[in-house]
Structure formats: C-alpha cells, structure tokens
C-alpha cells in the first residue's frame, strides 16, 4: 500500500514536471508573438471563422491553441488568453464546444494515421463537426450569457 502511494505521488510529480515543462516555454513564447504582434495577426487571419463560428476575434489565439496542443496542456495558456483579452461566458463556451470534438487534433491525427485511418479524413472530419456544432451552439446560447463578461 505504501509502496503503490509512493509510486503515485512520483508519478504525479513526473506529470506535473512534464506539463511544464511544455506550458512555460508556450507561455514564455506567447510573450514574444504578442510582443511582436504576431497573436494580433493570427486573430485577425482567424476573424472570420471565429465570428462565423459565433466568437470574437480575440477567441482565435486560445482556439488555435487548444486545437493544436489540446486541452491538458493548453489549458494554462487558454485561460491566461481569456483574462486578458476578458473573453465572454459565450465565448469562453462556444470554444470549449469547439474543443470536445477537436483538441489535439495533430497528435490524435497522427496515432490514428499510425493505425492505418485516413489521416485527412480523420482531420477533415473532426474539424467539420466541431465547425458545425459549434456555429449550431452559438445560435442556442441565451442572450444573458452573451452579454456577460467573466473573468
């Protein structure tokens, strides 16, 4: 019992070591990219998918994050996104709806490719349905959660 205790506290120490590991350096980069008003760019090349998708500009950048790193790791950097740029409840929902269907798409793309799936069907596919669940979310959400600000 005190063995297997042990075994899940390094264990959760390895874990949370190896979240930053990745995190920090994403967070220390982000830095830089808006510095340099690299994320202003992305948001603007985004603008139009995200407020088709139901969202405001500044969604884009803790989208695109959750979409290619996830939501484990890229959690840190969504929620940091969303206090800064004080992201609305409706905003704020309409990405995590976005992010059940599709987070880490190019890591789970690539297991799945590894398995011998179609890996532009497997993409296409979930990109699509996060899309359409998403536009089809924004269109539900009530008025009241529209126009609060959280965070």
Do not use: C, W
């Not at 407020?51 to 939501?71: D, N, Q, T, W, Y």
């Not at 979310?137 to 609060?148: H, V």
């Amino acid at each position: 019992m005190l063995e297997a205790l042990k075994e899940a506290a390094v264990g959760s120490v390895m874990s949370v070591k190896q979240i930053a590991i990745i995190v920090i350096p994403i967070m220390v980069a982000m830095e830089f990219l808006k510095d340099m008003g690299i994320l202003d760019r992305i948001a603007d090349l985004l603008s139009p998918l995200v407020r088709v998708l139901g969202m405001r500009k500044e969604s884009a950048f803790a989208l695109v994050i959750g979409i290619i790193i996830g939501l484990s790791y890229g959690a840190g950097v969504i929620l940091r996104e969303a206090k800064e740029n004080q992201l609305s409840k409706k905003d704020l929902y309409l990405i995590t709806y976005f992010l059940v269907a599709a987070h880490a798409v190019f890591e789970d793309t690539a297991i799945f490719a590894a398995l011998g799936v179609s890996a532009a069907l497997l993409l296409s596919t979930r990109l699509l349905v996060a899309a359409m669940f998403t536009f089809l979310a924004s269109k539900l959400i009530k008025e009241e959660i529209e126009k609060e600000v959280n965070l």
